[in-house]
């Protein structure tokens, strides 16, 4: 079964907008990833966020952790066409690092110009 | 720098073959770990190997094994394939108790 489940599961934007992704899971974590990916090609670490962290920002993105409620958000400020893609959380299993990765179904987002 | 390396980029096989997935982790990476992504979903966890040795293991049936060299590279094997068995399959290295792992572009295996 898949820990993370992404929501929405697709969303369309305009170029501009804010796109904003939420992921929840179920069992306790180390750490929590977010990973974007191109047309079924391999995936690209976009961010890590720590178990005691609330937030962490890179770039446009910004994500945000709520260890009480067992979810995350990623948020995509001022998107473009490029940012056109598959996006996927993923939480470490049993909680502890270098572990194997769980993964959701993803969100797949189109912004279009 | 070379990222994580996989080869072949594509594959068709019959059922029952026997393929081999081969895979080069990110230079100074010891931590190799396997993935298969179907049409539509996340990728799903197969094993883990560090130190040549499978440390951990996904839900997948025994005929899924792998093996890591002393260079670290790894080979993912799939016996008596399935018409399920096609998907993705998707490499990522790391270091030991690391946690980002770096994922190759994938081998998209068909199986008919």
């Known amino acids: 079964s898949q820990q993370g489940e992404e929501d929405p599961q697709a969303l369309s934007i305009q170029e501009g907008e804010n796109a904003t992704m939420n992921c929840s899971y179920k069992t306790s974590i180390n750490n929590l990833q977010w990973y974007r990916q191109n047309s079924g090609r391999g995936l690209v670490h976009l961010i890590l966020?720590?178990?005691?962290?609330r937030e962490k920002h890179s770039g446009r993105l910004r994500v945000t952790l709520d260890t009480s409620k067992k979810s995350s958000s990623l948020l995509i400020t001022a998107s473009r066409a490029a940012d056109t893609a598959s996006y996927f959380c993923a939480t470490d299993a049993y909680g502890q690092a270098g572990t194997a990765l769980i993964f959701g179904k993803g969100t797949t987002l189109s912004v279009s110009s | 720098d070379a990222g994580v390396t996989q080869s072949p980029t594509h594959l068709i096989k019959t059922r029952g073959q026997q393929v081999t997935l081969r895979c080069s982790p990110k230079?100074?990476?010891?931590?190799v770990s396997w993935y298969q992504q179907a049409l539509g979903q996340g990728p799903q966890f197969i094993f883990q190997y560090y130190e040549e040795e499978e440390r951990q293991r996904g839900n997948f049936p025994d005929r899924f094994s792998g093996h890591q060299f002393p260079n670290y590279s790894s080979e993912l094997n799939v016996n008596a394939l399935l018409l399920g068995d096609s998907a993705l399959y998707l490499c990522a290295s790391s270091l030991r108790q690391g946690n980002e792992q770096y994922f190759g572009p994938g081998t998209r295996l068909t199986v008919t």
């Open positions: 230079s100074g990476h010891d931590t």
């Open positions: 966020i720590r178990s005691n962290e």
